[in-house]
């Protein structure tokens, strides 16, 4: 069974640029959650997509889009990158949206 | 508008101490309550998962509560070990909405 993968590790952006995180899911896991982490804070809940429908979204802007795709990997969006966008970006799969969760090990974007 | 509170916010203890972390959340109306550990920069691993309908659950040297009522979990570890060294998070998932809150986790030190 292979677990939560995402891509790339680390990236470096400028501020205004657009920037495209990756995930892939974990086998047989239909819905995928994607989460914003400052340092020192707990994850923030930016949206989730079940069966390639957005199913929640928290409090973040418009220019947070995703997407879902069949194989059910996923996608997280940030156009216009603001300083205060630099986080560790999480995604986590579950088999539903109130099941456990299982997170990936994170993309780290610096935005300067 | 859930919110998680996890105190305190670190934690240090001497090796083969027992000791509990605990969660407070403001809304009652969960579905499940997650407790995860995370190692600096990496990202979360899940120890136990609780359901609304359930009071604890039990991994190895890991015991978490639940009350609702009173809005509060623990995580119990027993016989820690400088390995158990890292960030203990809780998130709990609302029945209306499928987005997991986090609180903003105890950051642990076990010292040999």
């Known amino acids: 069974e292979t677990g939560v993968t995402q891509s790339p590790t680390h990236l470096i952006k400028t501020r205004g640029q657009q920037v495209t995180l990756r995930c892939s899911s974990q086998?047989?896991?239909?819905?995928v959650s994607w989460y914003q982490q400052a340092l020192g804070q707990g994850p923030q809940f930016i949206f989730q997509y079940y069966r390639e429908e957005e199913n929640g979204r928290g409090n973040f802007p418009p220019r947070f889009s995703g997407l879902q795709f069949p194989n059910y990997s996923s996608e997280l969006n940030v156009n216009a990158l603001e300083l205060d966008d630099s986080a560790l970006y999480l995604c986590?799969?579950?088999?539903?949206?109130?099941?456990?969760?299982?997170f990936g090990p994170g993309t780290r974007l610096t935005v300067t | 508008k859930q919110e998680v509170t996890q105190i305190p916010a670190a934690l240090s203890v001497p090796e083969g101490e027992n000791l509990v972390l605990n969660c407070s959340f403001t809304?009652?109306?969960?579905?499940?309550l997650q407790w995860f550990r995370q190692d600096p920069g990496k990202g979360l691993t899940s120890l136990l998962l609780?359901?609304?309908?359930?009071r604890e659950q039990t991994s190895g040297r890991l015991n978490a509560s639940l009350d609702k009522s009173s809005g509060r979990s623990t995580l119990y570890i027993a016989a820690s070990q400088p390995g158990d060294s890292a960030t203990y998070l809780c998130?709990?998932?609302?029945?209306?909405?499928?987005?997991?809150?986090f609180g903003d986790g105890t950051t642990l030190t076990v010292k040999p």
């Open positions: 998130a709990v998932i609302n029945t209306n909405a499928g987005k997991s809150t």
């Open positions: 086998s047989g896991h239909n819905t």
């Open positions: 609780i359901q609304s309908s359930q």
């Open positions: 809304d009652s109306a969960i579905y499940n």
């Open positions: 986590a799969s579950s088999l539903g949206s109130n099941a456990p969760q299982y």
